[in-house]
């Protein structure tokens, strides 16, 4: 089993919409958890830390859920620029665990 | 720069050769990691160094793969008789020390090619 599963998408949606993306994990120890964007052929980029009380970042809001493992991401009024690539990332014992990314296209 | 950087961006190469893959962290940063991602695919882990040792090399998939931090900065990823599946990109990251892994801060990548 994976250590992160992602929907792999890919999401198409339009310019203004909410989409949300969903994550889960499969070792209970893990400590820390991510949000990273990576835009094609570009390096992966944190987007957003993610803290068990749930965060918020503009337009961008992270959730965890320990109890069943499950991370979130909600984008509110998507532009065209959050078109990329969003992974989903779980720290713990000094690694970082990536899923296989959530393909987002915003469409005019 | 203050950012990782990873030499060469892009290498191709005969399938049986070696290469030499070079990433340098951000300054004070001990904590390296190498991955490798292919297309579609989210980064694979392939080896952790904390300092000069590699704590976690249970990514790398045969013997055909090492790396070195001999310094504790610079690290070298060697892949000896390449094969066309080691065709992807190789990632470095580095990260602040503490109680539990930060932000880890990658470098552009470099992108091998075995032909």
């Known amino acids: 089993r994976k250590e992160v599963e992602q929907d792999p998408g890919p999401f198409n949606v339009p310019e203004g919409a909410t989409v949300a993306f969903n994550c889960t994990y499969s070792?209970?120890?893990?400590?820390?958890f991510f949000w990273y964007r990576q835009d094609c052929r570009k390096e992966p980029k944190l987007l957003m830390s993610?803290?068990?009380s749930g965060n918020e970042d503009g337009r961008f809001t992270a959730q965890l859920n320990r109890a069943s493992q499950y991370i979130s991401l909600l984008i509110r009024d998507s532009k065209l620029s959050d078109s990329a690539t969003y992974l989903c990332?779980?720290?713990?014992?000094?690694?970082?665990?990536f899923g296989t990314g959530t393909s987002l296209t915003v469409i005019p | 720069g203050a950012g990782v950087s990873q030499t060469p961006s892009n290498k191709v190469t005969e399938k049986g050769k070696y290469v030499e893959l070079r990433c340098d962290p951000i300054?004070?940063?001990?904590?390296l990691y190498w991955y490798r991602q292919s297309l579609g695919q989210g980064p694979e882990f392939l080896i952790y160094?904390?300092?000069?040792?590699?704590?976690?090399d249970s990514g790398l998939p045969n013997d055909r793969f090492f790396a070195v931090r001999p310094e504790g900065s610079v690290s070298t990823l060697k892949i000896q008789r390449t094969e066309r599946g080691d065709s992807a990109v190789y990632l470095c990251?580095?990260?602040?020390?503490?109680?539990?892994?930060?932000?880890?801060?990658f470098g552009q990548g470099t992108r091998l090619t075995v032909v």
């Open positions: 990251a580095s990260s602040t020390p503490g109680g539990g892994p930060t932000e880890a801060f």
């Open positions: 070792n209970s120890a893990s400590q820390s």
């Open positions: 993610v803290y068990s």
């Open positions: 990332v779980v720290a713990g014992g000094n690694q970082f665990y």
């Open positions: 300054s004070g940063h001990t904590a």
């Open positions: 160094f904390q300092g000069t040792g590699a704590a976690d």
